[in-house]
Protein backbone atom coordinates (compact mmCIF):
# COMPACT_ATOMS: atom_id res chain seq x y z
CA UNK A 1 0.00 0.00 0.00
CA UNK A 2 1.12 3.01 -1.09
CA UNK A 3 0.43 5.29 2.22
CA UNK A 4 2.99 2.66 4.01
CA UNK A 5 5.92 5.17 3.02
CA UNK A 6 4.01 7.50 3.82
CA UNK A 7 6.10 8.83 7.20
CA UNK A 8 9.27 8.90 4.79
CA UNK A 9 7.71 12.23 3.42
CA UNK A 10 9.56 14.40 6.20
CA UNK A 11 12.98 12.95 4.40
CA UNK A 12 14.21 16.44 4.22
CA UNK A 13 13.63 17.07 7.66
CA UNK A 14 14.07 14.82 10.07
CA UNK A 15 16.30 11.50 10.02
CA UNK A 16 13.69 8.71 10.91
CA UNK A 17 16.04 5.01 10.80
CA UNK A 18 17.34 6.38 14.46
CA UNK A 19 20.82 5.74 13.39
CA UNK A 20 21.38 9.28 12.54
CA UNK A 21 22.92 8.79 9.35
CA UNK A 22 22.04 6.85 5.55
CA UNK A 23 18.84 6.88 3.82
CA UNK A 24 15.86 7.90 5.96
CA UNK A 25 13.67 4.65 7.18
CA UNK A 26 10.75 4.74 9.10
CA UNK A 27 11.56 5.13 12.66
CA UNK A 28 12.05 8.30 14.54
CA UNK A 29 15.59 9.59 15.42
CA UNK A 30 17.65 12.59 15.97
CA UNK A 31 17.75 14.56 13.51
CA UNK A 32 20.60 13.77 10.72
CA UNK A 33 23.78 15.20 9.87
CA UNK A 34 23.44 18.76 8.36
CA UNK A 35 26.45 21.18 6.46
CA UNK A 36 24.21 23.74 7.52
CA UNK A 37 26.46 26.25 10.40
CA UNK A 38 29.77 28.13 9.54
CA UNK A 39 31.65 25.27 11.76
CA UNK A 40 30.32 22.71 9.45
CA UNK A 41 30.58 24.84 6.19
CA UNK A 42 34.87 25.09 7.12
CA UNK A 43 35.71 21.59 8.21
CA UNK A 44 36.93 20.00 5.41
CA UNK A 45 33.71 16.91 5.58
CA UNK A 46 30.89 16.39 3.86
CA UNK A 47 28.19 16.08 6.81
CA UNK A 48 25.47 15.78 5.00
CA UNK A 49 26.60 12.93 2.72
CA UNK A 50 25.44 14.50 -0.33
CA UNK A 51 29.05 14.36 -2.38
CA UNK A 52 29.87 18.24 -1.48
CA UNK A 53 32.12 19.26 1.07
CA UNK A 54 32.00 23.16 2.47
CA UNK A 55 32.15 25.77 0.13
CA UNK A 56 30.70 23.26 -2.91
CA UNK A 57 28.17 22.56 -0.69
CA UNK A 58 25.03 25.35 -1.83
CA UNK A 59 23.33 25.12 2.01
CA UNK A 60 27.07 26.78 2.66
CA UNK A 61 27.00 30.00 0.48
CA UNK A 62 25.38 31.90 3.03
CA UNK A 63 26.78 30.96 5.69
CA UNK A 64 30.58 31.73 5.11
CA UNK A 65 33.01 33.10 2.66
CA UNK A 66 34.67 31.09 -0.18
CA UNK A 67 37.07 31.67 -2.52
CA UNK A 68 36.50 31.20 -6.80
CA UNK A 69 37.33 28.04 -7.01
CA UNK A 70 34.01 27.22 -5.17
CA UNK A 71 30.58 26.53 -6.23
CA UNK A 72 29.71 28.91 -3.88
CA UNK A 73 32.81 31.45 -4.68
CA UNK A 74 31.51 31.56 -8.22
CA UNK A 75 28.49 32.54 -6.65
CA UNK A 76 26.71 29.56 -8.74
CA UNK A 77 25.92 26.52 -8.44
CA UNK A 78 27.34 23.62 -10.90
CA UNK A 79 25.18 22.17 -12.81
CA UNK A 80 24.35 18.50 -13.53
CA UNK A 81 26.95 18.07 -15.88
CA UNK A 82 29.52 19.47 -12.86
CA UNK A 83 30.26 22.25 -15.28
CA UNK A 84 29.66 25.90 -14.54
CA UNK A 85 26.10 27.18 -14.37
CA UNK A 86 25.09 29.99 -16.65
CA UNK A 87 23.00 32.93 -15.48
CA UNK A 88 20.05 33.67 -16.26
CA UNK A 89 16.20 33.81 -16.97
CA UNK A 90 15.02 29.78 -15.45
CA UNK A 91 12.11 29.58 -18.46
CA UNK A 92 13.43 27.06 -21.01
CA UNK A 93 13.56 23.37 -21.21
CA UNK A 94 17.68 23.76 -20.95
CA UNK A 95 17.66 25.80 -17.69
CA UNK A 96 14.89 23.84 -16.48
CA UNK A 97 17.23 21.11 -16.30
CA UNK A 98 20.45 22.10 -15.84
CA UNK A 99 20.23 21.47 -12.26
CA UNK A 100 21.42 24.85 -11.44
CA UNK A 101 19.40 27.67 -9.58
CA UNK A 102 20.55 29.86 -12.90
CA UNK A 103 18.24 33.34 -11.85
CA UNK A 104 19.53 33.17 -8.20
CA UNK A 105 16.58 32.76 -6.56
CA UNK A 106 16.84 30.26 -4.74
CA UNK A 107 15.30 27.45 -6.42
CA UNK A 108 16.64 25.31 -9.39
CA UNK A 109 14.73 23.69 -12.01
CA UNK A 110 11.39 22.18 -11.63
CA UNK A 111 11.65 23.63 -7.82
CA UNK A 112 11.32 27.42 -9.51
CA UNK A 113 8.01 28.41 -10.40
CA UNK A 114 8.99 29.73 -13.40
CA UNK A 115 9.81 26.11 -14.89
CA UNK A 116 6.26 25.12 -14.20
CA UNK A 117 5.83 24.93 -18.32
CA UNK A 118 8.64 22.54 -18.63
CA UNK A 119 8.34 20.45 -15.09
CA UNK A 120 5.16 17.48 -14.19
CA UNK A 121 4.89 17.90 -10.05
CA UNK A 122 3.97 15.61 -8.04
CA UNK A 123 2.68 17.90 -5.09
CA UNK A 124 -1.25 16.62 -5.07
CA UNK A 125 -2.56 14.33 -2.97
CA UNK A 126 -3.58 12.00 -6.72
CA UNK A 127 -0.08 12.15 -7.55
CA UNK A 128 1.10 11.73 -4.27
CA UNK A 129 -0.64 8.05 -3.95
CA UNK A 130 -0.46 6.53 -7.64
CA UNK A 131 2.92 4.95 -7.38
CA UNK A 132 4.62 7.30 -9.92
CA UNK A 133 7.44 9.72 -10.20
CA UNK A 134 6.10 12.12 -11.74
CA UNK A 135 8.23 14.79 -11.83
CA UNK A 136 11.08 12.48 -12.44
CA UNK A 137 13.49 13.83 -9.53
CA UNK A 138 13.96 9.99 -8.59
CA UNK A 139 11.71 10.26 -5.70
CA UNK A 140 7.94 8.71 -5.71
CA UNK A 141 5.05 9.61 -3.97
CA UNK A 142 5.68 10.48 -0.23
CA UNK A 143 9.54 10.28 -0.76
CA UNK A 144 9.19 13.27 -2.80
CA UNK A 145 9.61 16.54 -0.75
CA UNK A 146 6.53 17.94 -2.42
CA UNK A 147 4.26 15.70 -1.12
CA UNK A 148 5.54 16.11 2.17
CA UNK A 149 2.64 18.44 3.18
CA UNK A 150 -0.05 16.33 1.55
CA UNK A 151 -2.57 14.88 3.69
CA UNK A 152 -2.23 11.07 2.06
CA UNK A 153 1.15 11.40 3.37
CA UNK A 154 0.16 11.75 6.70
CA UNK A 155 0.78 8.60 7.77
CA UNK A 156 -0.09 7.87 11.48
CA UNK A 157 0.16 11.64 11.99
CA UNK A 158 -3.60 12.20 12.64
CA UNK A 159 -5.04 11.69 15.63
CA UNK A 160 -7.27 9.76 14.21
CA UNK A 161 -4.78 7.10 13.10
CA UNK A 162 -3.00 7.48 16.32
CA UNK A 163 -5.88 6.00 18.30
CA UNK A 164 -7.40 3.61 16.11
CA UNK A 165 -5.17 0.58 17.13
CA UNK A 166 -3.67 0.12 13.35
CA UNK A 167 -0.39 0.68 12.49
CA UNK A 168 -1.45 2.83 9.55
CA UNK A 169 2.01 3.49 7.92
CA UNK A 170 3.39 0.14 7.98
CA UNK A 171 6.43 0.72 9.99
CA UNK A 172 5.93 -2.17 12.96
CA UNK A 173 4.56 0.77 15.60
CA UNK A 174 1.15 1.33 16.48
CA UNK A 175 -0.54 4.75 17.93
CA UNK A 176 1.12 5.77 20.72
CA UNK A 177 4.11 4.07 20.36
CA UNK A 178 4.42 4.95 16.81
CA UNK A 179 7.18 8.61 17.01
CA UNK A 180 4.49 10.22 14.55
CA UNK A 181 1.87 10.24 17.21
CA UNK A 182 4.43 12.43 19.41
CA UNK A 183 4.20 14.96 17.01
CA UNK A 184 2.96 19.05 17.79
CA UNK A 185 -0.95 18.29 16.64
CA UNK A 186 -1.15 15.16 18.26
CA UNK A 187 -3.07 15.69 21.51
CA UNK A 188 -4.25 11.48 22.38
CA UNK A 189 -0.94 10.52 22.67
CA UNK A 190 1.47 11.78 25.59
CA UNK A 191 4.80 10.32 24.81
CA UNK A 192 3.92 6.58 24.20
CA UNK A 193 0.95 6.70 26.38
CA UNK A 194 -2.64 7.39 25.35
CA UNK A 195 -4.21 10.88 27.06
CA UNK A 196 -7.85 9.73 26.44
CA UNK A 197 -9.06 13.01 25.15
CA UNK A 198 -12.29 12.40 23.67
CA UNK A 199 -12.59 12.79 20.06
CA UNK A 200 -15.26 15.40 20.63
CA UNK A 201 -12.15 17.49 22.17
CA UNK A 202 -9.47 17.03 19.38
CA UNK A 203 -10.36 19.78 17.47
CA UNK A 204 -9.79 22.54 19.58
CA UNK A 205 -6.99 21.23 21.03
CA UNK A 206 -4.98 21.25 17.99
CA UNK A 207 -6.27 24.76 17.09
CA UNK A 208 -4.45 25.65 20.43
CA UNK A 209 -1.09 23.60 20.12
CA UNK A 210 -0.94 24.63 16.41
CA UNK A 211 -1.32 28.70 17.07
CA UNK A 212 0.03 28.73 20.33
CA UNK A 213 3.76 29.82 19.29
CA UNK A 214 5.38 27.70 21.10
CA UNK A 215 7.36 24.23 20.31
CA UNK A 216 5.41 21.60 22.22
CA UNK A 217 6.94 18.39 20.63
CA UNK A 218 10.76 19.64 20.78
CA UNK A 219 11.57 19.35 17.10
CA UNK A 220 12.74 22.87 16.39
CA UNK A 221 9.44 23.42 14.48
CA UNK A 222 5.87 24.81 15.97
CA UNK A 223 2.80 25.67 14.91
CA UNK A 224 2.14 25.93 10.81
CA UNK A 225 5.84 25.41 10.90
CA UNK A 226 5.28 21.53 11.67
CA UNK A 227 3.84 19.24 9.39
CA UNK A 228 1.58 17.56 11.70
CA UNK A 229 -0.03 21.19 12.20
CA UNK A 230 -0.63 21.05 7.96
CA UNK A 231 -2.18 17.74 8.43
CA UNK A 232 -4.31 18.62 10.64
CA UNK A 233 -4.85 21.90 11.48
CA UNK A 234 -7.31 23.46 9.09
CA UNK A 235 -5.78 26.97 9.63
CA UNK A 236 -2.73 25.83 8.84
CA UNK A 237 -3.39 24.83 5.06
CA UNK A 238 -5.03 28.77 4.33
CA UNK A 239 -3.67 31.19 6.75
CA UNK A 240 -4.67 34.83 6.58
CA UNK A 241 -2.20 36.43 4.57
CA UNK A 242 0.68 38.91 5.15
CA UNK A 243 0.62 40.88 2.03
CA UNK A 244 -1.47 44.08 3.32
CA UNK A 245 0.24 47.73 5.11
CA UNK A 246 -1.74 46.68 7.75
CA UNK A 247 -0.53 42.99 8.34
CA UNK A 248 2.65 43.91 7.34
CA UNK A 249 3.10 46.24 10.23
CA UNK A 250 0.76 44.90 13.11
CA UNK A 251 4.07 42.86 14.83
CA UNK A 252 2.00 39.84 13.91
CA UNK A 253 3.30 36.62 12.29
CA UNK A 254 -0.15 36.63 10.78
CA UNK A 255 0.13 33.80 8.10
CA UNK A 256 1.90 31.59 10.96
CA UNK A 257 4.99 31.20 8.69
CA UNK A 258 7.77 31.79 11.24
CA UNK A 259 8.49 35.51 9.54
CA UNK A 260 6.52 38.71 10.80
CA UNK A 261 5.86 42.19 9.16
CA UNK A 262 8.75 43.39 6.73
CA UNK A 263 10.83 40.09 7.55
CA UNK A 264 8.00 38.49 5.76
CA UNK A 265 7.99 37.91 1.85
CA UNK A 266 4.79 38.96 1.56
CA UNK A 267 4.98 42.17 2.49
CA UNK A 268 7.64 43.02 0.25
CA UNK A 269 7.14 46.45 -1.63
CA UNK A 270 4.39 46.55 -4.38
CA UNK A 271 2.09 49.14 -5.93
CA UNK A 272 0.16 50.08 -2.88
CA UNK A 273 1.99 47.98 -0.19
CA UNK A 274 4.46 50.76 1.03
CA UNK A 275 5.33 49.89 4.18
CA UNK A 276 8.06 47.85 3.56
CA UNK A 277 10.91 47.42 1.21
CA UNK A 278 14.14 45.41 1.15
CA UNK A 279 12.83 43.46 4.30
CA UNK A 280 12.78 46.88 6.45
CA UNK A 281 9.98 49.29 7.10
CA UNK A 282 9.78 52.45 5.15
CA UNK A 283 7.63 54.61 7.74
CA UNK A 284 4.95 55.23 5.25
CA UNK A 285 1.75 54.43 5.81
CA UNK A 286 -1.85 53.70 4.35
CA UNK A 287 -2.01 57.48 3.06
CA UNK A 288 0.64 57.00 1.06
CA UNK A 289 -0.83 53.43 -0.66
CA UNK A 290 -3.98 55.53 -1.53
CA UNK A 291 -1.53 58.22 -3.13
CA UNK A 292 0.57 55.82 -4.84
CA UNK A 293 -2.81 53.92 -6.36
CA UNK A 294 -4.35 57.36 -7.96
CA UNK A 295 -0.58 59.09 -9.58
CA UNK A 296 -0.39 57.33 -13.16
CA UNK A 297 2.81 55.72 -12.61
CA UNK A 298 3.66 51.58 -12.52
CA UNK A 299 5.65 51.88 -9.17
CA UNK A 300 6.64 48.62 -8.43
CA UNK A 301 8.03 48.29 -12.57
CA UNK A 302 5.50 45.14 -12.91
CA UNK A 303 3.78 46.48 -16.28
CA UNK A 304 0.25 47.67 -14.35
CA UNK A 305 -0.69 50.82 -12.58
CA UNK A 306 -2.79 52.20 -10.05
CA UNK A 307 -6.04 49.96 -9.95
CA UNK A 308 -5.64 48.16 -12.82
CA UNK A 309 -2.49 46.33 -10.75
CA UNK A 310 -3.63 43.80 -8.16
CA UNK A 311 -1.57 45.80 -5.17
CA UNK A 312 -3.89 48.40 -5.14
CA UNK A 313 -6.99 46.57 -6.48
CA UNK A 314 -7.13 44.13 -3.37
CA UNK A 315 -5.40 46.46 -1.29
CA UNK A 316 -8.21 47.64 1.94
CA UNK A 317 -6.40 50.93 2.15
CA UNK A 318 -7.56 51.97 -1.28
CA UNK A 319 -11.01 50.62 -1.28
CA UNK A 320 -12.48 53.90 -2.24
CA UNK A 321 -9.62 54.63 -4.95
CA UNK A 322 -10.57 51.10 -6.49
CA UNK A 323 -14.16 51.00 -6.19
CA UNK A 324 -15.20 49.87 -9.66
CA UNK A 325 -12.76 46.98 -10.08
CA UNK A 326 -14.10 43.76 -10.75
CA UNK A 327 -13.72 42.31 -7.20
CA UNK A 328 -16.36 41.53 -5.67
CA UNK A 329 -18.88 39.00 -5.53
CA UNK A 330 -21.75 41.38 -6.85
CA UNK A 331 -19.27 42.90 -9.49
CA UNK A 332 -18.85 39.31 -10.85
CA UNK A 333 -21.97 38.38 -11.07
CA UNK A 334 -23.98 41.28 -12.66
CA UNK A 335 -22.80 41.04 -16.08
CA UNK A 336 -20.84 44.42 -16.19
CA UNK A 337 -17.67 45.17 -17.14
CA UNK A 338 -17.11 47.50 -13.67
CA UNK A 339 -13.37 48.39 -14.32
CA UNK A 340 -13.55 48.75 -18.35
CA UNK A 341 -10.63 46.88 -19.41
CA UNK A 342 -12.45 44.66 -21.84
CA UNK A 343 -13.71 41.71 -19.55
CA UNK A 344 -16.71 40.91 -17.70
CA UNK A 345 -17.25 39.18 -14.94
CA UNK A 346 -15.76 35.46 -14.37
CA UNK A 347 -13.71 36.38 -17.39
CA UNK A 348 -11.71 38.79 -15.92
CA UNK A 349 -8.69 38.07 -13.84
CA UNK A 350 -9.45 40.52 -10.87
CA UNK A 351 -12.93 37.81 -10.06
CA UNK A 352 -10.94 34.90 -10.70
CA UNK A 353 -7.84 35.62 -8.87
CA UNK A 354 -9.29 37.88 -5.77
CA UNK A 355 -9.37 36.20 -2.34
CA UNK A 356 -12.66 35.27 -1.40
CA UNK A 357 -14.57 35.71 -4.34
CA UNK A 358 -16.96 32.82 -4.85
CA UNK A 359 -18.64 33.92 -7.91
CA UNK A 360 -16.44 31.86 -9.97
CA UNK A 361 -16.32 29.05 -8.12
CA UNK A 362 -16.42 25.77 -10.60
CA UNK A 363 -14.88 28.58 -13.33
CA UNK A 364 -10.95 28.85 -11.55
CA UNK A 365 -8.82 26.55 -10.02
CA UNK A 366 -7.46 28.66 -7.10
CA UNK A 367 -9.13 27.09 -3.71
CA UNK A 368 -6.56 25.08 -1.93
CA UNK A 369 -8.68 21.63 -2.66
CA UNK A 370 -8.76 22.62 -6.41
CA UNK A 371 -4.93 23.22 -6.52
CA UNK A 372 -3.88 20.02 -4.81
CA UNK A 373 -6.85 17.37 -6.35
CA UNK A 374 -4.65 16.44 -9.24
CA UNK A 375 -7.41 17.89 -11.25
CA UNK A 376 -8.01 20.66 -13.94
CA UNK A 377 -10.81 22.29 -13.01
CA UNK A 378 -11.32 24.83 -15.13
CA UNK A 379 -10.28 22.93 -18.22
CA UNK A 380 -7.40 25.10 -19.11
CA UNK A 381 -4.88 22.68 -19.47
CA UNK A 382 -3.20 23.10 -16.39
CA UNK A 383 -4.00 20.94 -13.12
CA UNK A 384 -3.29 22.33 -9.24
CA UNK A 385 0.33 24.44 -9.02
CA UNK A 386 1.04 24.38 -12.87
CA UNK A 387 -2.17 26.69 -13.39
CA UNK A 388 -1.54 30.25 -13.00
CA UNK A 389 -4.29 30.40 -10.89
CA UNK A 390 -2.89 28.78 -8.11
CA UNK A 391 0.22 30.89 -7.92
CA UNK A 392 0.66 31.90 -4.26
CA UNK A 393 -1.83 29.30 -3.09
CA UNK A 394 -0.80 27.96 0.18
CA UNK A 395 -1.18 24.09 -1.35
CA UNK A 396 1.65 25.05 -3.96
CA UNK A 397 4.20 26.43 -1.44
CA UNK A 398 6.11 24.06 0.39
CA UNK A 399 5.17 23.10 4.17
CA UNK A 400 6.91 26.58 5.96
CA UNK A 401 10.45 25.56 8.35
CA UNK A 402 11.41 27.19 10.98
Given at each position: MIIAATVLAL??????????????????GPPGPQENTAALCSDNVDNDGDSFIDCDDSQCCSLVSCDMTTRCGMGIDAGVDGGACNSGPEDNAAACSDGCDNDGNMFSDCRDRACSAFCTFENSNRACNDGMDNDGNGFTDCMDFECQDRVV??????????????DNDGDSMTDCADPDCQDEAIVVCNGTMATGVPEAMWAAMVTTRCTDGADNDGDMRFDCGEFSCLWNHP?????????????????????????????DPGCERAEGRVVCMGGAATGLTAADAIAECSDSTDNDGNGFMDCMDFGCSQNPDVTGTCTMQENTDARCSDSTDNDGNGFTDCDDNFCTRTPGI?????????SYAS?????DNDGNGFADCRDLDCDGNPACTNGPTM
Open positions: AGCRDRDGDDAGPPGTDACAGEATNANCSDGDGCEQPPRENTNAACSDGVDNDQDGLMDCATACDGRVENCSDGM
